[in-house]
């Protein structure tokens, strides 16, 4: 029997419970200013505070405890060792860690659960509204237990865009503000929050239209993808190429009635 058989629709929502209840958990780590003020710089403009490596050490422990063959997966640690073949957790701690820093409350904590490249469960948390986005592959997507969808906006010219800026690679700063510009110049409006899990799943809630950012790690994306595919939503690479999960990429995100039109956009002015 393989893995894949061992977890059934039932298995996973069990477990999506018990870890929805670790991650609200991990939430009460927001909330520490003493952890928050301990912060170090990763590399430019990308940095981790006491409180990333608090809620990853806590998860970590409790989700060996809840699926002990599953692998970890966390964006503050070494992951060479991870089979990518098997079943694997894939936590951010808190994405939106310069907005924790800063006091700006958007920030959230991100977990997947993945079998070889396929996501198969995505929980979503933000502390400071108490909002928690989830779903089962399979099974659609959930705010608070209550079913979301996306918009079903079909105008590019209706449709409000979120988009990152990609601080830590200033090197990609002409091409993402000239895509930026041109989606600008066709769509609604842009908004820019600082958290691609939580921009993912206001895309998959009907609070925005689309999302793009030029490079992410598969931290950053992994639930919300998950979250938004089950809302209804096409999301991939710019150039249209399925999400890894074994290391970074671009990401665009869209309602299925609205993705080709507003990718076509972006991608409109290549370098």
């Known amino acids: 029997m393989t893995e894949k058989e061992k977890i059934s629709e039932n298995d996973l929502i069990r477990i999506r419970d018990a870890a929805s209840e ?3 958990e991990a939430g009460r780590y927001f909330f520490d200013a003493e952890k928050i003020r301990h912060v170090s710089e990763k590399s430019r403009k990308d940095f ?11 998860l970590r422990k409790r989700l060996e405890e809840l699926l002990p063959e599953a692998q970890f997966m966390g964006e ?10 098997g079943l694997y957790w894939i936590l951010d701690p808190v994405d939106g860690t310069t907005n924790l820093i800063h006091g700006f409350r958007h920030s959230a904590v991100s977990l997947a659960l993945a079998l070889g490249p396929d ?5 979503v948390y933000d502390p400071y509204t108490s909002e928690l986005f989830s779903a089962v592959r399979g099974g659609g997507a959930f705010l608070n237990g209550q079913p979301i969808h996306v918009s079903g906006r079909t105008d590019p010219a209706d449709s409000l865009v979120l988009v990152g800026t990609a601080p830590a690679r200033r090197e990609l ?21 600082g958290s691609a899990a939580l921009d993912l799943c206001f895309i998959a809630s009907g609070r925005a239209d689309a999302y793009y950012e030029e490079i992410l790690q598969p ?12 809302a209804g ?39």
């Open 76 to 85: 503050e640690q070494n992951n060479s060792h991870v089979d990518f073949k």
């Open 48 to 58: 981790v505070t006491q409180a990333d490596t608090t809620v990853q050490e806590y």
């Open 173 to 193: 700063t002409d091409i993402v503000f000239r895509r930026i510009r041109t989606v600008y110049d066709n769509c609604l409006d842009i908004r820019r929050a």
């Open 233 to 271: 939503a096409s999301v991939t690479a710019v150039d249209a190429t399925p999400l890894p999960l074994h290391h970074g990429s671009s990401i665009f995100a869209a309602g299925s009635g609205l993705y080709e039109k507003l990718r076509s956009i972006l991608v409109r002015e290549e370098v």
């Open 219 to 230: 931290w950053d994306y992994a639930a919300g993808t998950l979250i938004a595919l089950e």
């Open 22 to 24: 670790y991650v609200k």
């Open 119 to 123: 996501i198969i469960l995505g929980i």
